[in-house]
């Protein structure tokens, strides 16, 4: 598609400068060249009109360049949020995952908290004669 006038004024602002120089090199070169042309030429009218259509000529060519660079940049951008939306995912999955851990863990601790606290009330009953000793291996 076309790109929107925003679009295109961001990305000339957004464009890599190289990419920038290497464009007004090239035009600057062809300018030169259809200089060196109408020096040569006998008719004025024939060279004006060679440089209006060299003119429009680098139009669509800048038209085109930077519609590709806008489709690039899209390409681009797209691939950097799929990288950050998986490691996200990831990040959230390790995350859940550790939260598991730490909940069986919990369990654990809970589990031998309370057989800890069976120890002691049996260990006391016994000491009071309540219920006879536990068998120590």
């Known amino acids: 598609g076309a790109a929107s006038k925003p679009e295109i004024q961001g990305l000339l602002?957004?464009?890599?400068?190289?990419?920038?120089?290497a464009m007004a090199l090239k035009i600057a070169l062809e300018a030169g060249n259809l200089l060196a042309k109408t020096g040569q030429e006998s008719s004025s009218e024939e060279s004006t009109a060679?440089?209006?259509?060299?003119?429009?000529?680098?139009?669509?060519?800048?038209?085109?360049?930077?519609?590709?660079?806008?489709?690039?940049?899209?390409?681009?951008?797209q691939v950097e949020l799929l990288k950050k939306r998986q490691e996200a995912?990831?990040?959230?999955?390790?995350k859940e995952q550790a939260v598991?851990?730490?909940?069986?863990?919990?369990?654990?601790?809970?589990?031998?908290?309370?057989?800890?606290?069976?120890?002691?009330d049996t260990a006391k009953k016994a000491a009071n004669g309540e219920v006879p000793a536990p068998a120590t291996p």
């Open 13 to 21: 602002l957004a464009v890599a400068p190289e990419a920038k120089a």
């Open 100 to 120: 598991e851990r730490l909940e069986r863990s919990l369990k654990r601790a809970k589990s031998a908290a309370e057989k800890a606290e069976n120890d002691v």
């Open 50 to 77: 060679d440089l209006h259509a060299e003119a429009s000529t680098h139009d669509e060519e800048f038209a085109a360049f930077l519609e590709e660079e806008i489709a690039e940049r899209h390409a681009e951008e």
């Open 89 to 94: 995912e990831l990040e959230l999955l390790a």
